[in-house]
């Protein structure tokens, strides 16, 4: 058995011993490394974030900030880690330390008052700063986009980094300033590199294990001996459990770094997205090619979150507010399963049986997404939430619809957060298929859509107004629809 090790700002050092439950987060700090924070445990706050190495999209390495608080460091087996400490350019001995440009230009700006967040932004920042085309995506010189930089920078880079005492002008106007990367800069000098290679883990410690296998077939056979393992992949979610529910697995299995579920396919008659590909490489790579997914990103949690979170996560826990099955459900998607036996393939409206339960059976996981071509023309995702980002829904509603010469040939309509499941609205389909796209359709079918699913009274809404939303989302997007074609 080979030791498991972690890269840290350039030196390599031994996860041991450290339990497999252990945080990337307790693992720093437990090292002096305390400019990474703890503010929440759930990935909602971003102090902890630090940067990690992987596959590029358009380099060989990106540097991409994730929420040291949800992953085990046993996950970061063999990989390469960056914290604030690390960003800035150690001096000789008796002098002071280089600060790093995103360092400097939030203390020239007035960014931090208390300095709990500071260090988390820093690492959010710097993974945007190096991102590779980021200064070709300058904002209008009219400063229409508010959201981008005359830098090309992105602020959604930084929704999910919180500061309470600050105030975000002056942490955006250090954002807005960074320059780009010298040629000299050895981050940046790191993307022109591959990112560490996938190991193969097996770490035990007091009886409770983290295991990764280097195939898919080896993988399934170990669920198959192993059938009460905990599953994870970027761990956003199994991350809560274990730091707020204090849950612990005598055995935890790894699917994030499986090359078979980290393949994205476009076919004659089909998009094939594999289940551990993060949301964000999801996002870049099909750079808009399924609309309804461009708009159901943004909106999926952060950037921090979608930097490690995946599809086969999201539908995995079964969630019935999980964002992606809405949208995924209007797309007619369906998902391939593997265990040792083969793999078979399942349309995802008759994947879910209950609240967080399913057709997958004991030892399967889900290797692919699969979305069907050609795509509807008309499509809109609608998340009702008490944020506008980096929230839970309330309600998620999904539209994908075929309209020709004003006539509502398909539609297909998927809802989250109105029933133990997420939801087609069958009804509601029925109700706009073969009839105009006009005010008297819409006004009957959003009456349809109300009375779909069986929402309930909780702490984030009540079941009236989940009702009432359902119905005014269709109405917004006839509203939408209207405006697009008028102008």
């Known amino acids: ?33 305390t400019g990474t924070k703890e503010g929440c445990a759930e990935g909602e706050c971003g102090a902890c974030s630090v940067l990690v190495a992987r596959p590029g999209v358009n380099k060989p390495t990106d540097w991409v900030a994730v929420n040291a608080c ?63 085309d980021r200064c070709g995506h300058a904002a209008p010189a009219d400063g229409a986009d508010a959201e981008h930089g ?41 993307r022109e590199q591959s990112p560490p290679a996938p190991v193969a883990t097996e770490y035990a410690q007091d009886g409770k294990e983290f295991l990764r296998r280097n195939t898919l077939a080896e993988t399934v056979q170990l669920l198959r001996e192993r059938p009460d393992a905990v599953v994870v992949a970027g761990s956003t979610d199994w991350g809560v459990e274990v730091n707020i529910r204090s849950r612990r697995a005598d055995c935890v299995v790894a699917l994030d770094r499986l090359s078979e579920l ?106 692919a997404v699969r979305i069907p071509l050609p795509l509807s023309t008309t499509v809109a995702f609608h998340k009702i939430a008490k944020r506008r980002f980096d929230d839970i829904s309330s309600v998620a509603v999904a539209f994908a619809l075929d309209i020709e010469d004003g006539t509502v040939r398909k539609a297909r309509i998927g809802l989250g957060g109105v029933a133990a499941t997420p939801i087609r609205a069958l009804a509601t389909e029925a109700a706009l298929e073969g009839n105009p796209w006009t005010a008297e359709t819409v006004e009957a079918a959003a009456r349809v859509l109300q009375a779909e699913g069986t929402p309930m009274d909780d702490h984030r809404a009540s079941a009236a107004y989940r009702s009432a939303m359902l119905g005014q989302s269709l109405l917004k997007l006839s509203a939408q629809t209207t405006e697009a074609v008028s102008s």
């Open 150 to 190: 005359p830098n090309g920078f992105d602020l959604h880079a930084l929704s999910g980094n919180l500061c309470r005492c600050t105030g975000y002008r002056p942490i955006r106007d250090a954002a807005f300033a960074v320059g780009a990367p010298t040629d000299e800069d050895p981050l940046a000098q790191r």
């Open 262 to 367: 980290r393949e994205l396919r476009v076919e004659a008659d089909h998009i094939e997205i594999g289940a551990a590909l993060t949301l964000t490489e999801i996002e870049r790579r099909l750079d808009g090619r399924v609309p309804l997914l461009a708009q159901l990103f943004p909106q999926f949690a952060s950037r921090l979150i979608r930097n490690g979170a995946t599809l086969g996560g999201n539908l995995g826990t079964g969630s019935p507010i999980g964002d992606s099955p809405p949208a995924l459900l209007a797309l007619e998607a369906s998902l391939v399963l593997a265990d040792a036996d083969g793999e078979r393939e399942v349309p995802l409206a008759e994947y879910f049986t209950g609240y967080r339960q399913s057709v997958r059976r004991p030892g399967e996981l889900i290797r």
């Open 70 to 132: 949800l992953f085990p460091v046993a996950a970061l087996d063999g990989q390469e880690i960056v914290t604030s400490e690390g960003l800035a350019t150690p001096g000789d001995p008796g002098t002071p330390s280089t600060l790093h440009p995103v360092q400097e230009e939030m203390a020239l700006r007035g960014g931090s008052q208390c300095g709990y967040c500071t260090p988390g932004f820093i690492c959010s920042m710097a993974a945007e700063y190096y991102r590779p």
């Open 1 to 33: 058995m080979v030791a498991a090790r972690i890269t840290v700002n350039g030196k390599e050092t031994s996860i041991s011993p450290a339990a497999p439950h252990t945080t990337v987060l307790d693992f720093l700090r437990e090292r002096g490394l």
